[in-house]
C-alpha cells in the first residue's frame, strides 16, 4: 500500500511455482502413464503459480508428459474437485496434484483409486497416509515474526514478503515409501533454484532450462554466488537497443534486474535508457545522469568510447563502465572507467563444436553484424569449434553491417539456407529477423548473449548467456575498496560471465561433446586459434 499512501499493510506472496516445479519433477519421475492430473480452484495467485510451476517441472523432467489441468471454478467445493480427479484418472492420469481448501475431495478420490497425491501449502499426508508422496509445505514463521517485530517496534506495515525455497518459507516433505530416485532428482532440481541457477519463473515463459545438475562440476566453470551484503549503489544504463531485444542490452538488463531482486531496490537502485543508437544523443543522457549523482554509468557499446573518455576526468566520483572494449584509460591516466569484453571466442567454440555434430549437409551458415568486438570474437571462435570438429565443413559468414536491421538478417539467413546451410547461429539484436527464418524452415538456431528460446522454442537447441552480474559485483566491490576504475573486465566460461544453455532437444553425445569443449577451454587443454579469414 506504500504507493497508495497507506502505512499500515504488510503483504506477502507464497512463491509457489517453485516447490511446484520440484514436484512437477517429481511427479514425472512417479508417472508410467504419460499422464498427469492437476485440480485447481481458480487461474490466479498462488494456485497459478503453482499449477504453472509443476507443469514446467513435468515437463523439464520429460518433455512429451501431458499435464491435464482443470480449475474448478471454486476453492472449497470438494465435490467439484472429487470430480474433476475422477475425470482426470478416467483420462489416464496416475499422479494427481491440487491445490487449496477443495483437495480433501479429490484426496479422497485418489485414496480410493490408490493413485499417489502430491500436495501444496500444507502436509495432507493425515487424510491418506498411502498415497501423498511429497507436499510444498508453506512456512509463516518468518514474515509472522518479522511483523510482531515490526509492529512492537512501531512499524505499522510497509513491507512485502515472499516465501521461497531459499529464505525456507517453502519446505519439501516426501513421505518414506516414496521412491528414492525420483526424490533424489526432485531434490537436485530444488537445490539449482536454490542456488540461482533455474530461474522456474524463466522457464515457465519459454525460456530454455540448464541441465539438470552437475554442470559445473563437469566443466570447471564457476557458478554464480550472491555475496552475503554489499553497499547500496545507483546504477544507470545507456543501452544502443531494447531491454526485449534477446540480445546485447536485454542480457545486461535482465542481469541488473536479478541482482535487484535478490538485494532489494534499497541496495540496488538502477535506471536507464533504451534505443540510444544515436551516439550524440547517447552522449547528452551519459552526462545528464553523471549530473544526477549514479554512482555507477554503464554505455553499453564500443560506439559510446570517445563519449566517456571526455565526461570521465569531469566527474571524479562516479566510475563508468563501457564496452566491448578493453581500454580502461589507465594509460591515458583516467582512473574511473571500467572496460569489459565478453570473451565470445570461447562460447563460440563450443557453439561451433555443437553445429559441427549437428550439420548433415557439411555447411553451416553464420549471421553476424559487423566484424568486430565481441561478434568478432564469437565468429572466430565458433569456426574454430566447427573445424576442430569436423575439419571438412563449411562454415559461410555474412556481415549485414548492422547491429539492429532484423530485415537484413532475415535476408542473410534466407541466402545462408540456399546455399545448403541446415544449422545457423548468429549475434546482435539483428538476430530476430534471422531466427524468424530458421523457425519457419525448421532449422536449428545456435544463439548468443540472451536466450532467445522464446521466440522459438522448438529450433533454439543452445546459447551462450551472457551473464553479467559477476562482472557488475565486480565493479560495484572495486569502488567499495576506493577503486573508481581502471580494471578491464572478461565475460569467460571459467568465471561464470558466460554460460551455455542446451535444449533438450539436443541428443546426448552433442551436449557430451560441448561440455568436454567447455571443459577444455577452462582448463586450458583447448587454445583458440582463430583462422584467417
Known sequence: GKDQGLENVFA???????????LGVLASELDKSGVLGVVGPVEAGDAKLYIDGFAAGAKYDKP????????????????????????????????LTGSAQQVVGAIGVAKEKGVPWIGTQSDQSSLAPDI???SQIYNWDGPLQDMI????????????????????????????????????????????????????????????????????????????????????????????????????????????????????KDVIDFAYTENMWNVTDAAAALRDYADSGYDIVI????QYGDTLFELAPDYPDTSFAWGTATNSGADEGVTNIFAYEPRADQGGYVLGVIAAKLTKSGVIG????????????????????????????????????????TALAAEAANTQISAGADVLAGSAQQVVGAIGVAKEKGIPWLGIQGDQSSV?????????LYDW????????????????????????????GQRMVYSDKLPADVVEAAKAAEKGIIDGSIEIKPEPR
Open 456 to 464: 522459438a522454442p522448438d529450433i533454439v537447441v543452445a546459447t551462450d
Open 366 to 405: 553464420l549471421v553476424g553484424p559487423i566484424d568486430a568486438g565481441d561478434a568478432k570474437l564469437h565468429v572466430d571462435g565458433f569456426v574454430a569449434g566447427v573445424h576442430a570438429t569436423n575439419p571438412d565443413a563449411k562454415v559461410n559468414i555474412s556481415f549485414t553491417g548492422s547491429f539492429g536491421d
Open 64 to 95: 512429451d508428459i501431458k499435464v491435464n489441468i482443470s480449475y474448478t471454478g471454486s476453492f472449497g467445493d470438494t465435490a467439484l474437485a472429487a470430480e474433476a480427479a475422477n475425470t482426470h484418472i478416467s483420462a489416464g492420469a496416475d499422479v
Open 149 to 264: 517485530d515490526k509492529h512492537m517496534a512501531g512499524v505499522m506495515g510497509g513491507e512485502a514478503y515472499a516465501l521461497t525455497l531459499e529464505n525456507g518459507g517453502l519446505t519439501m516433505k516426501y513421505a518414506d515409501f516414496a521412491d528414492k530416485d525420483a526424490v533424489a532428482k526432485a531434490e537436485k532440481v530444488k537445490q539449482m533454484i536454490i542456488d540461482g541457477k533455474l530461474n522456474v519463473m524463466d522457464v515457465v515463459n519459454g525460456a530454455a532450462a540448464p541441465a539438470m545438475g552437475g554442470d559445473e562440476a563437469s566443466t570447471g566453470a564457476k557458478s554464480f554466488e550472491y555475496p552475503a551484503d554489499i553497499k547500496p549503489v545507483r546504477i544507470v544504463m545507456v543501452l544502443p537497443s531494447t531491454i526485449t531485444d534477446l540480445a546485447w542490452s536485454q542480457s545486461l538488463y535482465d542481469s541488473v534486474k536479478d541482482l535487484q531482486d535478490h538485494y532489494g
Open 132 to 134: 501423498v508422496v511429497a
Open 12 to 22: 506477502y506472496e507464497a512463491r509457489a511455482e517453485e516447490g511446484g516445479f520440484v
Open 299 to 302: 554505455a553499453h557499446g564500443a
Open 469 to 496: 552480474r559477476p562482472t557488475i559485483l565486480a565493479i560495484i566491490e572495486s569502488r567499495s575498496n576506493g577503486e573508481m576504475g581502471g580494471k578491464v573486465l572478461q565475460l569467460t566460461l571459467a568465471n561464470g
